[in-house]
């Protein structure tokens, strides 16, 4: 698809000729008639942060009441509680703390590997970069250092919109777009799998948007690290941004952009809907416009909910909402493989 066909794409109304168009694409991607959730869980280690973006809700200032890092016995227990639950993987992200060095992050990462068996899914690009920054070290072997004591995989959080207009608006202390790509540049070139998130509705145009799928496109084309993409939205509550961009993307918007991701993510094997953002409903329907997964049973979830968005479902939720869109449900690890025969 070129640009000026998903240009033309954004501007129509044909909501449901588009979410078809993504629908055949998704079936040529996965013809199985599979759709996939992962049981995992969000741990946010810290809510210290020195970057302030605007759309955030989650991050407390150094020295701030409020504010936490986790000890290690608390993560471990929530682990230990993720595995009795089912769960394969660990999603551990945290705000930019300026005075954690590499020797706090390899030691967490280390125990955590000598109790469990456990895909350790961590530290979005500004974190990795954060930490790179404050032990003095290159991207590269921050990388590795974090790889080799137990790092599996890298979200793609800190995305956001990979637009440096945009992201001078809304989170101008943070990495910038060519420093995003770069983490994941690197990564890739060390053998470690990725993901590439969108957060759309934060005041951005349909260009800035487009800028960001070509972004990722041309580095999937380079690379091909990308598991998956995972646009979803700017949730408002409690947010300085909230109180300057009117209201929240639509369902409409959502899927719509959704379906354009896929169309325009050739590429990119699986796309995932949101229904920490959007709701079970919407979710379900955007199964029909692009999306072969579902995400995760979110067993914990701090970052969207601190922003307002307060949905919750356990595994049978989603299998049942899988299911009765026409799909078979199947269990899936952190980098997109089927676990049973379910
Ligand atoms: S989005 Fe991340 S980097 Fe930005 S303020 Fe929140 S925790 Fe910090």
Request: with cysteine.
């Amino acid at each position: 698809m070129t640009r000026q066909e998903a240009l033309d794409l954004f501007r129509s109304d044909d909501l449901i000729g588009i979410g078809m168009a993504a629908d055949a694409v998704r079936r040529r991607h996965h013809p199985e008639g599979v759709a996939t959730y992962i049981i995992d869980r969000n741990i946010n280690y810290t809510n210290f942060c020195t970057e302030y973006c605007t759309f955030c809700a989650f991050y407390r200032p150094l020295g701030h009441a409020e504010g936490y890092v986790l000890p290690k016995e608390t993560i471990w227990e929530k682990i230990r509680e993720t595995i009795e639950l089912g769960g394969t993987g660990v999603l551990m992200q945290g705000g930019l703390h300026p005075e954690l060095k590499i020797e706090w992050y390899e030691d967490m990462l280390r125990s955590i590997k000598e109790r469990f068996r456990i895909h350790l899914h961590c530290f979005s690009s500004p974190e990795i970069l954060n930490i790179a920054e404050v032990s003095g070290l290159s991207l590269r072997d921050t990388i590795v250092r974090l790889r080799d004591t137990g790092l599996d995989s890298i979200p793609g959080g800190g995305a956001e919109i990979l637009d440096d207009e945009v992201r001078q608006r809304i989170s101008r202390l943070k990495c910038n777009t060519k420093e995003w790509l770069e983490v994941h540049r690197v990564a890739h070139s060390l053998g470690m799998r990725t993901t590439a998130t969108m957060m759309f509705g934060a005041g951005e145009t349909i260009e800035h948007r487009l800028n960001h799928l070509d972004h990722i496109r041309r580095l999937q084309e380079e690379t091909g690290g990308f598991t998956a993409f995972i646009p979803w939205t700017f949730q408002a509550g409690n947010t300085s941004l909230g109180r300057s961009v009117h209201e929240e993307a639509t369902a409409v918007e959502y899927l719509k952009t959704l379906a354009i991701s896929r169309l325009y993510l050739d590429n990119v094997e699986n796309i995932q809907c949101s229904w920490v953002t959007q709701g079970l409903k919407t979710c379900q329907v955007g199964l029909r416009f692009g999306a072969n997964d579902v995400g995760s049973t979110m067993i914990e979830e701090n970052v969207v909910s601190a922003a307002g968005a307060h949905h919750s479902a356990e595994e049978e939720d989603l299998r049942r909402l899988i299911r009765d869109a026409g799909f078979i449900p199947k269990q899936r690890d952190t980098l997109y493989r089927s676990l049973f025969l379910n």
